[in-house]
Nanobody, 114 residues
């Protein structure tokens, strides 16, 4: 199994940036896909971005052009660079791993407000 710990969340003004980190307890080299999800109060959890072991990425429409997912296998870490943040990006952001392991982090709060 693998344990995931998110960090980097916080309070930021609209138009600002944050970089979220997801540190894994073991190598992520063999994990087929890792991703970031988010959940706003009263709303279902939604997929924000994914990255495969080969480096292919995908994004939800609202994140395209503003967010960038990346991975550093040497550091066992996945990142989510968030630029041009909007109030509607406010949510708890969760890291996820799938195949052959399945795991969720505890989440990190991102609040976009002036």
């Amino acid at each position: 199994q693998v344990q995931l710990v998110e960090s980097g969340g916080g309070l930021v003004q609209p138009g600002g940036s944050l970089r979220l980190s997801c540190a894994a307890s073991r190598s992520i080299f063999s994990i087929s896909v890792m991703g970031w999800y988010r959940q706003a109060p009263g709303k279902p959890r939604e997929l924000v971005a994914t990255i495969t072991s080969s480096g292919s990425t995908s994004y939800t429409d609202s994140a395209k052009g503003r967010f960038t997912i990346s991975r550093d296998n040497a550091k066992n870490t996945v990142y989510l660079q968030m630029d041009s943040l909007k109030p509607e990006d406010t949510a708890v952001y969760y890291c996820n791993a799938q195949r052959p392991y399945n795991a969720w982090g505890q989440g990190t709060q991102v609040t976009v407000s002036s």
